[in-house]
C-alpha cells in the first residue's frame, strides 16, 4: 500500500498555479520524459531557454538539479527533493532557486518578489485515456 501525501490540508489559505496539458503520447512515455535526465532536457524551461544540466534521481528523498539558460546565456538553477513517486501516475517534490553548487538562494536573486516563499512544493500526475495522457502540474504556495 502506498501513502499518499496529504496536499489538500497544505493548500487551504494558499494560491496555488495549475497547467494541465494533454500529449498525444502513452502515459509511461510522458512519465519518461519528465523523470530521465537526458529527455527533460531536450524541453525543459520556456521557449528559447535550453537546460544544459538536469540530475535526476527519482526516488522518495532523492533529489533532483536543473540549470534552464536564457538565450542570453543566464542561467537559472532549481532544485529540490523527491517526497512521492508513483510511477508512472503521480510526482511530489519540494522546489527551490539554487546556484550551481547545488546552494539554496533567495527567489529574489533570480527577479521573484519578495513574497514568492524560499520553497513550495509541486505535484505532477499523469493519467492517459485513450492512448493520450493528461499531465496536471499543481505549484504552491505562490503569491
Not at 543566464?74 to 513517486?85: A, L, M, N, T
Not at 539554496?104 to 524560499?118: D, F, K
Request: proline residues 8%; neutral net charge.
Amino acid at each position: 500500500m502506498r501513502k499518499k501525501t496529504d496536499i489538500s490540508a497544505q493548500r487551504t489559505k494558499e494560491t496555488t498555479l495549475v497547467i494541465s496539458h494533454v500529449y498525444d503520447a502513452p502515459q509511461s512515455l510522458v512519465f519518461e520524459a519528465w523523470t530521465r535526465p537526458e529527455r527533460m532536457k531536450q524541453w525543459w524551461g520556456p521557449k528559447g531557454f535550453t537546460c544544459p544540466v538536469c540530475e535526476i534521481d527519482l526516488r522518495p528523498g532523492g533529489k533532483y538539479r536543473a540549470c534552464m539558460r536564457s538565450p542570453e546565456g543566464k542561467d537559472f538553477w532549481s532544485q529540490g527533493v523527491y517526497r512521492e513517486i508513483v510511477e508512472p501516475e503521480r510526482i511530489v517534490c519540494t522546489d527551490t532557486f539554487a546556484d550551481e553548487k547545488g546552494n539554496p538562494v533567495s527567489p529574489q536573486q533570480y527577479g521573484m518578489s519578495r513574497e514568492w516563499p524560499e520553497e513550495a512544493i509541486i505535484e505532477t500526475t499523469f493519467s492517459e485515456h485513450a492512448g493520450k495522457t493528461r499531465v496536471t502540474v499543481r505549484h504552491w504556495p505562490l503569491p
